[in-house]
C-alpha cells in the first residue's frame, strides 16, 4: 500500500495512471503536434513555409509571401512576421478543410460553417 501523501501540483490519476480531470474523472490524453517554419529571404521578398505534423504522422503545409514596398524602410523582421502570418493562414485553412472532410466522411454532412 502506497502511504504517501499526493503532492497537490500533479494531477490526480486513474487506477491505470492515466491522468484525471478534476471535473468530470475524465482520462486526460496529451498530444504534441508541431510546427517548423522555414524563412528564406531574396531582395525584397521573403518566403515562409509552415509546416504542421501530427503524432499520427500527417503533414499540413502553408506558405506565405511578403513583398517590401520599394518605397519602404528595410525592415526584415516585418517581412518575417508577415509571411509568417500568411503561411500560418493558409496552413490553417487546409487544417480546416481536413477537418471538414473529415466531419463529412464521418457524419455524413458537410460543416459548412467551418470553411468558407
Known sequence: MDT???????????STG??????????????TWTVDISLTEEG????????????DGREFRGEGVARRNPADIPSPQIGDELATARAMSELTHKLLETVAKDIEETQGARPEHLVG
Open 18 to 31: 492515466r491522468e484525471k480531470n478534476g471535473a468530470k474523472g475524465a482520462s486526460v490524453n496529451q498530444k
Open 44 to 55: 525584397d521578398v521573403t518566403r515562409a513555409v509552415a509546416i504542421l505534423r501530427t503524432d
Open 4 to 14: 504517501r501523501k499526493p503532492d497537490p501540483r500533479e494531477a490526480p490519476r486513474s
